[in-house]
C-alpha cells in the first residue's frame, strides 16, 4: 500500500523534515514576565516532536516588541539558555524546530514597554481589539509612528533575535509577517500611512519585511528561513485588509522567492471561517517558486491528504489539534478521533492543560 504523501519526508529548504504535518505557532501564555519559557516548555515541545516541523509560539525579538503578557522572548542570554532546552528535548526525540520571530507594533499595551512607554507603529492609528495583559484583556495603547532613523533598529533586533535563535539551537526561523502584526502593518495601506520610502507604493510598503528577512537571513542563510503570510487575515485586533491584497502579495512573495527562502507560511483565508475565495493562493505560491509551501487555516485529515497528494501544498500545518493531541501524526495517519482540548486550557496555567490532560485522549 502506498504512503499518503502527507506522510513522506520532504525538504523546506535545507531542513529535512520526516513528514508534512508541521505544527503552526500557538500562543499558551505560560512564559514569564521576563519572557522565558514556562519550566514545561521543553516537555511540551518534546511530546509534539513527531511533527515533521514545530514552529514556535511567537516569540518577542525585544521588549519593544511585546504586546501579551506571559509570552517568550529571545532577546536575553537567560532566555537562549531557557530555549535551548526545548531544541535539545525536540532533537532528541528526533524532531525539527523553527523559531517564530516576533514584533507586534501597535498591538501592545503600555504596561508591557519599558518604562510605560507608547507602542510603534508604521503610522499613528489606533488598533482595535483587546491585547492580555497582567490586569487581564484590555484595548491596545494608541500607538506613535516610528521616525525613519528608527527602523534600522527594527532590523537589528530582528538580526540579534536571529543570532540567538541560532545560539539557542533551533533548525532555522519563522519571520512573523502576518496577523496584523508589525511587518504586516507596514505591509497594508490600510494600516501605513507613510510618505517616507516605507510608505506609499507597494515596494515601499514591503520595503521592512524584505530587509528583515534579508537582515535574519545573513545569519541563518536563506535556506533556514521561512515566512507566515495572512493576506485576509482580521483576526488580530480587527486589522483591515490592504486595498489591493493580491497584488501586494504577489509582489513580497516574488521578491521573497527570487531570494530562495525555505518556506512560504500561508494562512489561507481568514482565520475564522473564510474560505477565501476572493484571494488566488495557488498564484501566490507560483510566484515564490520553487521554494516550499505550507497551507495553514481549518484543514482537517482529508484536505491535508487531498493538499499534499495534488501538490497544491508541499505541507499543511495544524494548530488548535496539536493543543490536545501531541501524537497528531499517527492519529491523522491512523484515522483516530482528536481529542478536542477545552478552551479554558489554550491560554495560562501551568502543566495541565499544557502536557497534561485530566481527561483521558484516548478514542
Known amino acids: 500500500m502506498t504512503t499518503p504523501a502527507l506522510f513522506t519526508p520532504t525538504r523546506l529548504g535545507a531542513i529535512e523534515v520526516a513528514n508534512r504535518v508541521a505544527m503552526a505557532p500557538l500562543t499558551r501564555s505560560r512564559s514569564g514576565m521576563d519572557g522565558l519559557p514556562s519550566p514545561q516548555a521543553a516537555t511540551y515541545y518534546r511530546q509534539r516532536a513527531s511533527a515533521g516541523l514545530l514552529i514556535t509560539e511567537a516569540t518577542n525579538i525585544s521588549r519593544q516588541g511585546r504586546g501579551y503578557a506571559y509570552t517568550p522572548g529571545i ?24 523559531m517564530q520571530l516576533w514584533h507586534v507594533g501597535r498591538m501592545s499595551h503600555v504596561s508591557l514597554q519599558e518604562n510605560g512607554a507608547a507602542p510603534v507603529a508604521p503610522s499613528a492609528l489606533q488598533a482595535g481589539g483587546n491585547v492580555f495583559t497582567e490586569q487581564g484583556f484590555e484595548p491596545p495603547s494608541a500607538p506613535r509612528a516610528l521616525e525613519t532613523a528608527e527602523i534600522a533598529g527594527i532590523v537589528e533586533d530582528y538580526r540579534q533575535a536571529a543570532l540567538r535563535a541560532q545560539a539557542a539551537g533551533f533548525d532555522g526561523v519563522e519571520v512573523h509577517a502576518a496577523n496584523g502584526y508589525l511587518l504586516e502593518q507596514f505591509l497594508r495601506d490600510s494600516t501605513n500611512q507613510r510618505t517616507d520610502a516605507y510608505g506609499g507604493s507597494i515596494e515601499n510598503r514591503a520595503r521592512l519585511t524584505l530587509q528583515v528577512v534579508d537582515a535574519v537571513a545573513s545569519v541563518w542563510g536563506v535556506d533556514r528561513v521561512g515566512i507566515r503570510l495572512s493576506p485576509l487575515s482580521t483576526a488580530i485586533g ?32 481568514q482565520m475564522h471561517g473564510d474560505d477565501g475565495a476572493r484571494f488566488d493562493n495557488a498564484a501566490l505560491r507560483a510566484a515564490f517558486g520553487n521554494g516550499a509551501y505550507i497551507a495553514n487555516n ?17 505541507m499543511v500545518a495544524f494548530g488548535r489539534a496539536y493543543i490536545g493531541n501531541p501524537d497528531l501524526v499517527q492519529r491523522l495517519r491512523d484515522n483516530t478521533p482528536l481529542f ?3 478552551f479554558e486550557s489554550y491560554f495560562g496555567g501551568g502543566a495541565q492543560g499544557y502536557t497534561e490532560f485530566a481527561q483521558t485522549q484516548a478514542a
Open 238 to 269: 480587527d486589522t483591515p485588509l490592504d486595498s489591493t491584497p493580491q497584488q501586494t502579495h504577489d509582489y513580497l512573495v516574488r521578491q521573497l522567492g527570487a531570494r530562495g527562502l525555505a518556506f512560504l507560511h500561508v494562512v489561507e483565508g
Open 75 to 98: 532577546y536575553t542570554d537567560a532566555q537562549v539558555q531557557a530555549w535551548r532546552e526545548v531544541t535539545t528535548a525536540v532533537h532528541e526525540a528526533g524532531g525539527k524546530i523553527v
Open 298 to 314: 481549518g484543514y482537517d485529515r482529508q484536505r491535508a491528504l487531498d493538499a499534499t497528494a495534488s501538490g497544491s501544498a508541499d
Open 340 to 342: 478536542d482540548a477545552p
